[in-house]
Every structure is written in C-alpha cells, then in structure tokens.
C-alpha cells in the first residue's frame, strides 16, 4: 500500500501553477500551499473544497516566507520564528479544510526548508514545535533525516517520502534543482521509478548505483509539465503491479 501526493494549490491572484482539479481525482494527498510559498485564500478555500469532495487528504505545505522565490531559496529563520510561521500556515489552512468538512491531516515542508531539514536538526526541530504548536499530533511527511527523527522524538508520526521525478545521489538526497538532471522529465522514467519504490524499495541514483528507499507516500510535482497525466500514469502502472493506493493519513 502507498500514497499519492502531489503540491497544490500553488497558485496565487491571477496566477496558476498547478492543475489542481485534475490532480486531485488522481493523488490520495494534497500537500496544499499555505502562502508563504504560493497559494492566497481564495486558492486555499477551493483547492480544500475540492479535495474534500473527492476524499483526498488534506495536508498544510509549509515553507520558509518567500513568495517571490517560491520557497526555493535558502534562508536563515531563527528558531522560535520559524515555529511560530510554521504554526500560522497549519492554522490558515484548518480554517478552509474544516469549513469544507474536512481536516488537516498531515505537514510538509515545501522546497528549502524541505531540504534543510533533512539535515539541519535545529530546522527541523523548528517545524516540529511549529506543528505541536499548532495542536494536536499531525504527522510529518519528509525525507528520512533529521525532520522524521525530530517528529519521532516529540512524539508524532514521520511518514517517509519518496519522489518519481526527481534525481537521488548515491546517499538517498535529491539532487539540488541548481544542478543539470535534478528533475526527472522523461515520463516513461517517472513511472519505472514510482514502480521501483512502491515494489522494489529502491531507484537508481544519479552515479548509477542502486539506493535503498522505504516510503510510504509518493510524490509527483504539480508543477512539473504534464503532471495530471503524469500522476495518472503513475497510478496505473502502480495499481497494475498490484500495489494498493491508499492515503496514510
């Protein structure tokens, strides 16, 4: 059994990024912007009445505050900052998943901080006290590292997280987005690569090496080109392995 996630809700004003309709009758989770990175509450409110409606889970996208990078840069948030932004964004968005019926269900970080706290233990312990903060015993979707230790420690579940379309180094990393490669765009690719985390537990790294890699959701970029029939491929070549597709949350 895995879970399908995707980012959505990236959208902002009269801009748009993801499709989020059709995504969503697609992925079991939705990691959905709360407007640090993108997203504003018009989008927030549709994306979570949406995924209500077709039983998609609802999880809070939290990022470091940087709309105009997109959350992709580095930054440097003291602590006690950080798990207070963190905290602000789960709230906004339980506000449009609860009018919609519905919950949140889960966090991931998105872009930077994602990264940073797969390594950085203060970052990471940051995001968890942000969650804590925010009530209640969300689960925390990421890489292994230092974020799912820190949730472990707290008390709270840390769901591992794999990605079709991005490049692995020989250490379980995603390759850095600066770096040729670090996107994978070949969709016959994507889907190998999906199949051989959900059957295999494992994908081929960038220096050729074969990476061990237990996870429990997979995620395909909603801002990758073609990422609706991506996703769906994806699905379809799971579920035709005899892999069941179920949200863990």
Known sequence: MIDLNADLGEGF???????????????????????????????????????????????AQVSYRDLAGFGRRAMDVPAEELAAEVAYQIGALRVFAEAAGARVAYVKPHGALYNRTVHDAEQARAVVAGVRL????????????????AA???GLTGVPEAFADRAYTARGTLVPRREAGSVVTDEDAVVRRAVAFAVEGSVEAVDGTAVAVAARSLCVHGDTPNAARIAARVRDALEGSGVGIGAFA
């Open 13 to 59: 004003g009269r801009w748009t990024l993801t499709d989020d309709d059709a995504l969503l009758s697609v992925v079991t989770s939705a990691n959905v912007a709360c407007g640090f990175h993108a997203g504003d509450p018009s989008v927030m409110r549709r994306v979570c009445d949406l995924a209500a409606e077709r039983g998609v889970r609802i999880g």
């Open 152 to 154: 472990a420690d707290a």
């Open 134 to 149: 925010a009530g209640g015993a969300l689960p925390v979707l990421g890489l292994p590292g230092s974020l799912l230790t």
